[in-house]
């Protein structure tokens, strides 16, 4: 049975959760499927969480394709018990942080022309590649000012998240009327949360637009 994923809910950072199954890893490490698990495995473009289960380390979060997530956790967990699942507030604020930001300012510049086609939100090196809507016609370019103008305004509006999961399980999200996005990923509450967003470079090259930035 594919796990519940409580980190779909913003703030969600700590649940009580059963142990479905626990097995041997190479390094020593331990794969640990939980029932649900507020703790967001790595994919997307976004970092695993990080934190504990029952106090035990959690080294990797990742999927296994049949809809589980597993954790990869530094010591074993009785199949069957309930354990309480904590995930690090600071790591998984900045992942929000820098994660929601690239949909809200893709969503500004698609607005202008621009179709967002890939993206990574790790800390460091987070950025958005987009591509003209029109390849015969290519978009002005932007300027880094007017990116974080825009993150400004969108923050003091603390627009509502909004999600929608249908019965497929596909996702989608988004910030009070702004067009929504399919994604799996965490994200802030209200536009407020992401706080101050600095692009910290725009490079046009080979027909292609890419946005990096970072949290400040």
Not at 78 to 99: F, I, K, N, P, Y
Request: glycine share 10%; hydrophobic share 35%.
């Amino acid at each position: 049975m594919p796990t519940e994923r409580l980190y779909y809910a913003p703030g969600c950072l700590e649940a009580d959760c059963r142990v479905i199954s626990c097995s041997p890893l190479e390094g020593g490490l331990f794969a640990i499927v939980l029932d649900r698990t507020p703790f967001h495995p790595k994919g997307g473009g976004q970092p695993a969480d990080r934190g504990t289960l029952a106090g035990v380390p959690v080294e990797a979060v990742y999927e296994d394709g049949s809809g589980c997530i597993v954790h990869a956790a530094a010591g074993p967990l009785a199949e069957g018990s309930c354990v309480r699942a904590r995930v690090d507030e600071a790591a998984r604020t900045l992942h929000s942080r820098l994660h929601s930001a690239a949909h809200l300012f893709s969503a500004w510049l698609e607005s202008r022309g621009w179709q967002a086609v890939k993206g990574d939100h790790f800390p460091g090196q987070s950025r958005v590649v987009f591509k003209p809507r029109d390849a015969g016609s290519p978009p002005p370019l932007p300027e880094a000012h007017e990116i974080e103008e825009f993150l400004e305004k969108t923050a003091e509006e603390k627009l509502p998240f909004r999600q929608s999961v249908d019965a497929r399980g596909w996702r989608t999200v988004t910030w009070g009327s702004l067009p929504a996005y399919p994604c799996g990923g965490t994200h802030v509450a209200d536009t407020s949360g992401i706080g101050t967003i600095r692009v910290t470079k725009i490079r046009f090259r080979k027909g292609e637009l890419s946005v990096s930035y970072e949290a400040a």
